[in-house]
């Protein structure tokens, strides 16, 4: 039989703050789902807290929010969160796990979580992910975008979030440890560009910042 999986009290991992400044332009009234995966879990719409039935679903989501729009195929996601249950009962889990998560996200009419051919996807435009702001700033290497780089690196990937499922956990490490050499690679240059100019209280403020995510730098 199926272990039944623990239901979550409502609560968030880690610091709750969503950065306000610079961000992209919105509707007064906009009632996307935010979803914050870098120093912690959250789920806000709006300025609610979305709180979600288990920490599988809460695993589930950062898995696909990571990459909106892509697909993630249905026996990946099965491997990842029920490795130790036999296929055809592990496929019954993560149908089960995507219709809770599909009843906490969903808003009147619209379903955010979309179906695939043999995969699953979040709809893109559906959510804003941090992470998906993080990359497009890391991409973009402009100075304001690396200002932007600064206030979104809380700090790592789901810090402080575990399931203790050996191929979930894997997959978190491998993302988070990409995540924070891109993040420390951007700001340490732009660190050096910061002294070269003479800005010298902004670099101070940037040396400040990556001591607090590195301190062994």
Not at 107 to 129: C, F
Not at 155 to 168: C, K, M, Q, R, S
Not at 186 to 214: C, K, M, N, P
């Amino acid at each position: 039989m199926a272990r039944a999986e623990q239901t979550s009290h409502p609560h968030r991992i880690g610091p709750t703050v969503w950065p306000r400044a610079n961000a992209v332009p919105q509707a007064a009234t906009d009632d996307r789902l935010k979803v914050r995966l870098l120093g912690g879990f959250e789920v806000l719409r709006g300025a609610r807290p979305v709180v979600l039935p288990t920490r599988k679903c809460m695993g589930l989501l950062a898995v696909l929010a990571l990459r909106p729009g892509t697909a993630v195929g249905r026996e990946r996601l099965s491997d990842l969160f029920w490795s130790r249950s036999a296929p055809a009962q592990a496929r019954a889990s993560l149908r089960q796990a995507l219709a809770m998560l599909r009843r906490a996200l969903e808003a009147g009419e619209t379903d955010p979580i979309e179906s695939v051919g043999d995969g699953v996807r979040l709809l893109p435009g559906s959510l804003r992910v941090d992470t998906e702001d993080l990359e497009a700033a890391l991409d973009r290497e402009s100075p304001d975008a690396l200002n932007r780089v600064a206030e979104l690196y809380r700090g790592d990937l789901l810090e402080g979030f575990a399931l203790y499922e050996a191929p979930f956990d894997d997959w978190l490490q491998a993302e988070s440890e990409r995540l924070r050499r891109r993040a420390l690679r951007a700001l340490t240059g732009h660190l050096s560009r910061q002294v070269e100019a003479g800005a010298v209280e902004a670099a101070l403020q940037l040396g400040e910042r990556l001591l607090e995510l590195d301190p062994a730098a």
